[in-house]
């Protein structure tokens, strides 16, 4: 795994002892499974009591380090073994280490489906679907007669296996411009394959 020096830094600076005590780091350590694995958290977690005594952008920048390196580790799937080898490489002590290979392993199943949803292709377009519009007065009761298209992409993502679908409206002008600029990577597309 590869860190920016910016996380080795925030993370050796939760390493210490003197920047965090047991209780803060165990605190700080779940606000960061927290802040991953749960859409509704906010920054809420990292006002806890037990964290007030911490200056405020260095709570942000371990959090941030820790969160980074949470989702590198669920990314390459790592043991515990090779967790504690690199948590001992950054200077965490033995208990600081047990804590957290136990809060790893605890959510470890949740933190790698995570990632496995969010995905690694582009949605395939696999149909479109218009209809005309004609737009004849605004809620304020305007006249507007105009005409307006409604467009809606049936795309395809590989990974989930779902099938959503994109809808948009849209002007003649706009449009056309669309369907210009499709056809413009058609013929790129094809004039790539041909070399």
Same mark, same amino acid.
């Given at each position: 795994m590869e860190l920016s020096e910016y996380v080795q830094r925030g993370f050796q600076t939760l390493a210490d002892p003197g920047s965090f005590d047991s209780n803060a780091f165990a605190l700080l350590l779940r606000a960061a499974f927290q802040s991953l694995l749960d859409a509704r958290a906010d920054e809420a977690a990292l006002d806890h009591p037990g964290l007030k005594h911490i200056d405020p952008v260095v709570l942000k920048h371990? +959090?941030?380090a820790a969160a980074t390196y949470l989702l590198e580790a669920g990314k390459h799937r790592v043991d515990k073994s090779t967790l504690?080898? #690199?948590?001992e490489d950054c200077k965490f002590d033995q208990d600081r280490i047990e804590i957290f290979c136990t809060e790893y392993q605890n959510n470890k199943n949740s933190l790698e489906t995570l990632l496995g949803s969010i995905g690694r292709a582009l949605p395939h377009v696999t149909d479109v679907s218009w209809r005309?519009? #004609?737009?004849?007065?605004?809620?304020?009761? +305007? !006249?507007? #007669?105009?005409?307006? #298209?409604?467009v809606t992409l049936n795309v395809e993502n590989s990974d989930s296996q779902s099938h959503p679908e994109i809808s948009f409206s849209c002007s003649m002008e706009e449009l056309q411009d669309l369907v210009g600029?499709?056809?413009?990577? *058609? !013929? *790129?597309?094809?004039?790539?394959?041909q070399l």
């Open positions: 371990c +959090h941030a504690s080898t #690199y948590l005309l519009e #004609y737009q004849i007065k605004t809620n304020q009761l +305007h !006249k507007m #007669y105009r005409p307006g #298209y409604l600029k499709l056809k413009d990577a *058609s !013929k *790129s597309l094809e004039r790539a394959t």
